[in-house]
């Protein structure tokens, strides 16, 4: 019987009711008509339906010519015979392939065909039997078809195992959630420091800004500024504390403080050293008119002197506790029995922390050995 005489949509019917494709119904049906109904199915290799006994003989023959092949492993063996070890592994565990001169025929499976109504009687223990016509094979029941290409089943989870699993589906979602709150807050953190970088560039201009307006509040008022063609105009004088050079401008705002250690009282300076250098005994800190004594416990012996330590300490065993002193020879002595610690300026007897260091005790009969405390106490303890 030839394959075009079948009943029309007799595989894809078949097909779909017992879930296979509509190919292997018909190679079902034409190996059922080439064998009289006997459907053998054999072992696919990984590169073809079917393998040449050729070259599953030409395999064999290179294994069988590896000596002491049961000493090597399979990689050594697989790359003597030039096969993917995958496909050597294969071979040889399906018994496609067999050193030593065992066979080398590929298994096949039997596959029982089920209840399939044959018009005639095939028997297979009389091989002398005239063969039958072609059959028609009819499908009552193919249960064993599915075998042949069937998934394996779902695994079935017990109650227990159910519960664990909805336990870490749940820990699972929870820790996604706090996941995206961090993130979140990682977003927000990062937009608050942009917004605070924002305010602060901002802030320095507004300070910059009040910083112009308080120069030019501070400016005589009622200033007239003539415009003519082809006339500059007459420069606006510099406020009390501040500078311009000449040809620097005309306006407050190319104004220039005083630099320390200088004082400006007048209006309209034009150099740099605006009026004087602060004088002996003070310092200028801030530049602006504002000369101040030099503190307590310090002496200032020239001027235009701009830190809080002006010329220096009072010097050993003396101390001050008045600001603005001129001189060494101004520093008060540390009276009997009292000595300045380490050359710095001393305080007062009654070790008021004003500026300066207390001046120690000193008793009678404690040995002094060295530097200055030698000779402040020879000074001290006199003929």
Known sequence: MKFSKSPYGLFKQVADKYGLASKTIRRIWLRGQETNGVVLHRVRGNKGRARSEAQLDDINAKLNAIPHIEDKDLRSIAKAVDVPLSTLHKYMATGIVKPKGQ?????????????????????????????????????????????????????????????????????????????????????????????????????????????????????PK?????????????????????????????????????????????????????????????????SIDDCKPCPKGTYGMTSGMTTRTCTGPCPYGTYSMTDGLISASSCLSCPSNYRGPNGHRGNNLNFYAAGGYNCDTYYSGTNIVTGRDVVFAQSQDGP
């Open 103 to 219: 066979a080398n025929t590929r298994p096949k499976r039997q596959i029982p065909l089920p209840a399939a109504n044959l018009p005639g009687i095939i028997t297979r223990n009389n091989p002398q039997t005239s063969p039958s016509p072609p059959p028609t094979l009819q499908f009552e029941s193919v249960e064993s078809l599915e075998t042949m290409d069937r998934l394996p089943p779902f695994a079935v989870f017990q109650p227990s195992e159910l519960r664990h699993i909805e336990a870490l589906e749940q820990e699972n979602e929870r820790l996604r959630q706090e996941n995206y709150q961090l993130v979140q807050k990682q977003h927000t953190i990062a937009r608050l420091q942009s917004e605070n970088d924002t305010l602060k560039s901002r802030n320095a201009q507004l300070t910059l800004a009040l910083r112009e307006l308080r120069v030019h509040y501070n400016a």
């Open 222 to 286: 009622h200033v007239k500024v003539a415009m003519y063609e082809g006339i500059q105009p007459s420069p606006v004088p510099c406020p009390v504390g501040m500078y311009r050079i000449p040809g620097n401008g005309v306006t407050l705002t190319e104004c220039q403080y005083c630099p320390r250690g200088v004082y400006g009282n007048l209006p309209g300076l034009t150099s740099s050293a605006c009026t004087a250098p602060c004088p002996k005994g003070t310092l200028g800190a801030k």
